[in-house]
């Protein structure tokens, strides 16, 4: 209430004040013509016929002389002063008196210019307050102390991610029993760098530790720090740790961290870029002269290959924790954190959901229960079934269905082939992992996919897995050239190709599976210095690794024709395979309407509604 007070007497002293120069300045300017007339002179002018016209108005004359110059005075307007103008035959008139009611208007009048502009700097204060702080606060810290209620988050709310998780409890031990550690020696690390791509966690572990370390927990941005103003962003940083100092033991977790700690030397201001200024105090703050005791830095980011070097080291940052993308294993765990406030049905699998769901981050693996939640809302669903988590998982990782796009049937022919191309292949190379679906229904921007999905997650890859890899992805072009002729291939192979471009460069160039080029490594960067010769061989490699591939997947085709167009005219008539379903046609297998309708039953409701 106090601060309220004091603000409003500020206001209402500066209003004054202004409106009091402005008054005193607009009287000038109206006034400074005008000439201040002594009664008695008033008179003598009057007799000797220099008056013009007259204004009276009680106790105030004002007029105009003859020679065009206004005049004022102040006098008792008698009558035979009446008499005297009527006389000299001056025009004269008398104005009404003043009324309250007109003496507030004519103020409000010659007052609102500069009202108005109060009223707009007062505006432009207000907006440049920016996150509720005064423009006197605006060097102050933006850093929010995270209350203990507010979605408390807390270790049992994070999984798959074990390793950087024991690191992080670890932590938060050293902050409850201080103690325990220090009677070894033992010291409280003063930073903590969480590094990972995006969605693995990393923001979700530091508000586990806000959750569970019992401790004051401030959270900022690293993008918060930077302002166009020179000196705003160390500023900042001196105040943050201030109040670190004051409520130490703490935790200051900076999120985004390379926003402001980049290498130095590349700005556009050199030493002087203000980005560079509030690095060089973070630095300074995290191991200088000063002590910093019972602060601990938890920051995080996805490019630790942008960092300053000084910011990195120990003393600074004493442990860096890299949070992976989660194995099958971590992944089943992460699903059953988030399939907890979703009601499913008895024939959800985890377990499969999990493996279908490789290199999935925390992140996508949140969006596809919600997005299997949101299916069976729109089919009016109580429970989550295992169907809608498998139409979620192809909409997330193959796109939509585009319903909208028109193919002739030679285009459906086509693409039904190429796609039976690919799961022939991946069907009799043991080294291939196995089918899992296999469609021409339209998605994301290809005209139809086969996936295969490995049984496990693999740590590398043998040369073995790569060759066979190689002919699958060959194995779509192979089969429109060898049904419909050479000159009757599509471009539908575009990805395809350049797949096996990729990985065949990476086997000559990184991997040294080449007996030509040997064991080197070359990196793709164009200012690497290779000698002409070698980065010819280098294509030669590459090409006749993709070519032989491509000979792989017309030979095993040829071998397996038969059941290269029963799989394609099953997909043309069911538009979606299994890979059970695909098993069950090479095996002689007759597939039913019936059969197919019960592993689509989503699409088949989704169309009905449209319909």
Known sequence: MRKIIEGLAIWIIAIVLIAGAYSQFNDKIINGNTIKLPFSEFLNKVEHDEVKSVNINEHNISGTLKDESKFQTTGVVYDSLIKILHNKQVTFSFLPQDTLLGILGSILISWFPMLLLVVIWFIFLKRMQIGGNRTINFSKSRAKLMTENRNKVTFNDVAGIDEAKEELVEIVEFLK??????????????????????????????????GEANVPFFSISGSDFVEMFVGVGASRVRD?????????????????IDAVGRHRGIGLGG????????????LVEMD????????????ATNRPDVLDSALLRPGRFDRQVTIGIPDINGREKIINVHIKKVPT?????????????????????ANLVNEAALIAARLNKKIVTMNDFEY???????????????????????????????????????ASDPIHKATIIPRGRS??????LPESDRVSHTREKMVADLTVSMGGRAAEELIFGYNKVTSGASSDIKQATDLAKAMVMKWGMSDKVGPLYH???????????LANLIDEEVKSIVTSALDRAKSLLNEHLESLHIVAKNLLEFETLTGENIKDIINGKELTKDGIDDEQPIRRSFTSKVQ
């Open 288 to 299: 200088g002269f000063e002590s910093n005791e019972g602060v601990i830095i938890i920051a």
């Open 345 to 365: 049905a008895p024939d959800v699998n985890i377990r499969t959901i999990a493996r279908g769901t490789p290199g999935f981050s925390g992140a996508d693996l």
């Open 177 to 210: 029993h201080r103690q325990k550690f220090q009677k070894l020696g033992g010291k409280i690390p003063k930073g903590c760098l969480l590094i990972g791509s995006p969605g693995t966690g990393k923001t979700l572990l530091a508000r586990a530790i806000a």
């Open 523 to 533: 990196s793709d960067e164009k200012n690497e210095a290779i000698s002409t010769n």
């Open 271 to 282: 030493g002087n870029d203000e980005r560079e200024q509030t690095l060089n105090q973070l």
């Open 447 to 452: 005209l139809g996919l086969v996936m295969r």
């Open 240 to 256: 943050m740790f201030e109040q670190g100092k004051k409520n130490a033991p703490c935790i200051i977790f900076i999120d985004e």
């Open 392 to 430: 979620a998982r192809d909409k997330v990782m193959m796109g939509a269905e585009r319903k909208s796009l028109m193919m002739t049937e030679e285009e459906k022919k086509l693409t039904a082939y190429h796609e039976a191309g690919h799961a022939i292949i991946a069907f009799y190379t043991p």
